[in-house]
């Protein structure tokens, strides 16, 4: 069965550093995003992407967020300086049409 | 702005008994609701939609009820099982041609006793 996969599943990052999340989605998906989901709180939109362009973004994503798809296959989230409050789960998300299909999650932890 | 409520954190039940996992939304404008079931240190799990033009949708064990008029749905889970124990997440969708954003609950954590 095709799966939304996520690597790497945890990074542990410097205060200041830049990561980068990647993510596969199902290939024949036209809609990606990505949420997170802050220890203890619920899962929170950070941003779509269709077309080759983010379609919506919440508040939450800041300059310091970007997105990228850069080969057609792989899908991205860049944080360009991590701060503590960035320590979440960053799941990836994709859809056809209906339900978004997420992958495990990779854990983020800004020390 | 939390235009997706859960309002119990938590809910425990019986090993056979039925589950019922509420959800509560402000934006009568959602035309698609969906229900996510989450392990720890998994990504949600797709379980159940149902558009709004619905207002039962039933699959297996699960069935989901929208209640347009107060903004209320509901999934039901008969006979539950042990292996349901995880969080729920009810999550609704304003559909775009430029795809949606799914607003979240905070999510119910269910325990199914043996």
């Known amino acids: 069965e095709p799966e939304v996969t996520q690597t790497p599943s945890h990074q542990v990052t410097q205060m200041g550093q830049e990561v980068i999340l990647r993510c596969v989605p199902i290939s024949n998906h036209l809609y990606f995003y990505w949420y997170r989901q802050i220890l203890g709180q619920k899962v929170e939109f950070l941003v779509s992407f269709y077309n080759n362009e983010i379609s919506e973004k919440s508040e939450i994503f800041d300059d310091q967020f970007s997105v990228e798809r850069p080969d057609g296959s792989n899908f991205t989230l860049k944080i360009r300086s991590t701060k503590l409050e960035d320590s979440a789960m960053y799941f990836c998300?994709?859809?056809?049409?209906?339900?978004?299909?997420f992958g495990q999650g990779t854990r983020l932890t800004v020390v | 702005d939390q235009q997706v409520k859960q309002n119990s954190p938590s809910l425990s039940v019986q090993e056979g008994r039925i589950s019922i996992l509420n959800c509560d939304y402000t934006n009568s404008m959602f035309d698609y609701f969906l229900w996510y079931k989450k392990y720890p240190a998994e990504g949600p799990t797709f379980l159940i939609s149902i558009s709004s033009i619905k207002d039962k949708n039933e699959d297996g064990r699960f069935t989901v009820f929208l209640n347009k008029s107060a903004k209320h749905l509901s999934l039901h889970i008969v006979p539950s099982q042990p292996g349901d124990s995880a969080v729920y997440f009810c999550a609704a969708i304003l559909s775009s041609d430029s795809g949606y954003a799914l607003n979240f609950g905070k999510g119910t954590s269910l325990l199914v006793t043996p």
């Open positions: 998300a994709s859809s056809e049409t209906g339900e978004a299909f």
